[in-house]
């Protein structure tokens, strides 16, 4: 989750900088981390089960993580696991970017996140619940986390950002997507300070999806 920088109205030919850089990964809570384990060729993936999956799997999971620690955020208890995992590298970018430069006052700073399934559990148990028990006795609690801006929304929402909220859902190329558009916003004076990157929670019903995508057929080992 990098946020760039630049200052002056419509900035259009001026500088953009790189401030601060937060990593939250199966390898470690930083980028140095994450670019170690992948010089060393080290596996990320492993045997893990995932909350509500119906059995093991194999992925690269983000073991052992918890949101608190990493600030003292309030209100997080309904959060996705997409929205926290977003929240944790912000709060390790800002860290950063504070050492670096001032930071600006939150009507000035900005968000764009890149997902491609945002809470996907979140919007499995909500569909679930309906087509079981009907649409009148769905939890009320679970649909916010079925929208798929719904982690960058909380990203501003902890931090008090309010320059601009943005999600970009591009698949693979999302992340340099998220970085252009934070990057044209900064030239149009619409922000100071932008926090761009991606967020991507495990969890049974995405490894499902993208074996299905891979092989073009259900597995039946993993049907829900």
């Not at 945002?118 to 569909?127: I, K, Q, S, T, W």
């Amino acid at each position: 989750m990098p946020p760039s920088s630049s200052h002056g109205p419509e900035r259009r030919g001026g500088d953009i900088v790189v401030t601060g850089i937060g990593v939250i990964s199966p390898a470690g809570a930083s980028p140095e981390a994450w670019r170690e384990t992948l010089e060393a060729g080290e596996p990320l993936a492993r045997e893990t089960r995932p909350e509500g999956a119906p059995q093991t799997i194999r992925a690269a999971a983000v073991e052992g993580f918890s949101v608190k620690e990493f600030g003292s955020f309030r209100g997080t208890a309904g959060l996705s696991r997409t929205a926290q995992l977003a929240a944790a590298a912000t709060a390790l970018a800002l860290k950063e970017a504070s050492a670096t430069a001032p930071i600006p006052g939150g009507d000035r700073v900005g968000v764009v996140l890149t997902t491609a399934f945002g809470n996907l559990e979140a919007m499995v148990r909500f569909d679930r619940g309906a087509r079981r028990d009907g649409h009148r006795f769905v939890d009320p609690m679970i649909f916010p986390n079925t929208v798929v801006n719904a982690a960058a929304g909380h990203v501003s929402i902890l931090f008090g950002f309010s320059a601009l909220n943005s999600t970009v859902s591009a698949g693979s190329t999302g992340g340099l997507l998220a970085l252009a558009y934070a990057a044209e916003t900064l030239r149009r004076g619409e922000a100071d300070l932008v926090f761009a990157g991606g967020a991507e929670e495990l969890s049974y019903w995405s490894c499902l999806g993208e074996r299905e995508r891979a092989d073009g057929t259900a597995q039946e080992g993993f049907r829900g």
